[in-house]
């Protein structure tokens, strides 16, 4: 193969790639506009710190980020290794936001800091 139609493979597949990845990356712009505008009243702009009530939620399992944001409560039955990071019961739920939650959830994660 000479060194153009190499160049074009390589061009054409990076685009390729990229639009896959575009819909992914509208998903965390979601997401995260949606945490900007909905939890940084409590929680911190980067979910991996504490907020000024509300605690990181980098360790909370989508389940429990479903309940808290879709009751305010924690799951009466907790995911196996869970350990909710207060015993307070400050947050109000926000269920206008039920079908974005895995969004909010997709982002959060793609912040999560690798220990
Ligand atoms: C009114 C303040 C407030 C807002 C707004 C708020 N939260 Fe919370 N959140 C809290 C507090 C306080 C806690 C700790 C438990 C409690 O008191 O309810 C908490 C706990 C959590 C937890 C559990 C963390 C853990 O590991 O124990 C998750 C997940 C969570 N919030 C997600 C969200 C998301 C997502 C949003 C926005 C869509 C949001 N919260 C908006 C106050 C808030």
Redesign the pocket.
């Known amino acids: 193969m000479n060194s153009s139609l190499l160049l074009g493979a390589l061009i054409s597949s990076l685009l390729f790639s990229n639009s896959l990845l575009s819909a992914d990356q509208t998903t965390l712009d979601k997401g995260k506009r949606?945490?900007l505008s909905?939890?940084i009243?409590?929680?911190n702009k980067d979910p991996n710190l504490k907020g000024s009530?509300?605690?990181?939620?980098v360790?909370?399992p989508l389940s429990?980020?479903t309940s808290?944001?879709m009751t305010?409560a924690?799951p009466a039955v907790l995911p196996a290794g869970f350990v909710?990071?207060?015993k307070?019961?400050?947050?109000?739920k926000?269920p206008k936001?039920q079908n974005d939650i895995p969004a909010?959830y997709e982002w959060v994660q793609s912040m999560k800091k690798k220990k």
């Open positions: 949606l945490y909905n939890c009243q409590c929680h009530l509300g605690p990181e939620m360790d909370a429990v980020m808290k944001v305010g924690y909710p990071k207060r307070s019961k400050a947050m109000k926000i936001l909010i």
